[in-house]
């Protein structure tokens, strides 16, 4: 099943806890251009030239608005994506125990025991990573169109200079990628050995003492 099937699935569990985390955080990613505008028609008010009817008192008591506002938008976003998060790996956590408990108690498990303690955790981790990010992806792509359109209607040229060393840096990045994919997929596949080199060893100890209580047992 592919990988935006399931992203999908995620997300219509919970749609508007989705769709409201999606908002407040596109309106974060934006909001640093508030505070540019703002200086900018304070700026114009000192030299004659705004085209609004704010005073200079004004601006900075709408600076000042904006900033405890910023500050309330935080917490509410804050509390949206934590409960997203919760959500949504709860979910995929689900899924994984009930298929499990839905097979035979003799091939309840196709995987090691350390490697089906690593999916419940990091692989759940990952999912909510993956569904999250989207909403980042989503608010700085906003935020980067409506900067450009601010931007180029300032000075293209400019605007060319500034931009062009940015996408050169993405496509740097985006080439970087699938090595990191890989390292990310050996470093799973290493944190599910050791647990399940550790799940051995405790299972091993546990075995000899039971062992050892019998036999101190039979000698009494």
């Known amino acids: 099943r592919p990988t935006w099937r399931n992203m999908i699935s995620m997300i219509r569990a919970r749609p508007g806890l989705y769709f409201l985390h999606l908002s407040l955080w596109?309106?974060?990613?934006?909001?640093?251009?508030?505070?540019?505008?703002?200086?900018?028609?304070?700026?114009?008010?000192?030299s004659g030239r705004s085209g609004t009817s704010f005073a200079t008192n004004g601006l900075i008591m709408l600076l000042v608005l904006f900033a405890i506002a910023r500050s309330a938008l935080w917490m509410a976003a804050g509390f949206a994506e934590t409960l997203s998060r919760f959500v949504m790996s709860g979910q995929i956590r689900r899924i994984l125990l009930k298929t499990i408990l839905g097979r035979p108690g003799a091939v309840a498990l196709t995987t090691p025991v350390g490697e089906t303690i690593s999916r419940f955790r990091d692989d759940a981790y990952a999912a909510e990573d993956s569904v999250d990010w989207i909403n980042d992806v989503i608010g700085t792509g906003l935020f980067a169109l409506a900067a450009?359109?601010?931007?180029?209607?300032?000075?293209?040229?400019?605007?060319?200079?500034v931009f062009a060393p940015m996408?050169?840096?993405?496509?740097?990045?985006?080439?970087?990628?699938?090595?990191?994919?890989?390292?990310?997929?050996?470093?799973?596949?290493?944190?599910?050995?050791v647990t399940s080199a550790i799940g051995d060893i405790v299972g091993a100890a546990l075995v000899l003492q039971v062992a050892g209580a019998e036999g101190r047992a039979v000698e009494h």
């Open 26 to 46: 596109t309106i974060i990613h934006l909001s640093p251009l508030v505070p540019g505008l703002i200086a900018r028609e304070f700026f114009d008010a000192l």
């Open 148 to 161: 450009l359109v601010i931007m180029a209607r300032i000075d293209v040229w400019v605007t060319l200079v």
């Open 167 to 193: 996408l050169i840096i993405a496509a740097i990045a985006r080439r970087a990628s699938n090595a990191l994919s890989e390292r990310r997929a050996a470093s799973s596949q290493a944190t599910s050995d």
